[in-house]
């Protein structure tokens, strides 16, 4: 089996981590499912920022783990999570990086959402 490459983020394919810097509620069938003020952002590329949610700030009890997989060269090995509450529609609405590239390793032990698999993401 060939090594699956790492790349480095650079000018080509910038990637920057900042503290969100507010409070960020998502919710699924009328439950928050995360609720925070310690969330990281994620930027990439042209690609829409991503907030990263710490796993402590997220009622895990409604998510599910999937054995649906992904790999980014920038990132890693992606893991992910249905929200059983949400249908069929929350099937892998969560993702996680759990052993992220040393380039990313901020959003170790953090979550991110789909925002079309959640019924809001609110940043306020």
């Not at 509620?25 to 949610?53: F, N, S, W």
């Not at 997220?58 to 783990?65: A, M």
């Not at 979550?111 to 959640?118: I, L, M, S, T």
Request: charge should be negative.
């Amino acid at each position: 089996m060939t090594p699956k490459p790492i790349l480095q983020p650079g000018p080509d394919h910038p990637i920057t981590i900042e503290p969100a810097g507010r409070r960020i509620i998502v919710t699924v069938a009328g439950k928050a499912v995360a609720d925070t003020r310690d969330a990281v952002m994620l930027r990439e590329a042209d690609y829409p920022p991503v907030p990263y949610i710490p796993l402590a700030d997220v009622d895990t009890t409604l998510l599910e783990r999937t054995d649906h997989a992904t790999y980014c060269p920038y990132k890693g090995q992606c893991s992910y999570y249905s929200i059983p509450i949400g249908g069929d529609r929350a099937a892998n609405a969560v993702w996680e990086y759990q052993a992220p590239h040393d380039a990313v390793a901020e959003i170790k032990d953090r979550v991110a959402f789909y925002p079309d698999r959640v019924d809001s993401i609110e940043i306020s």
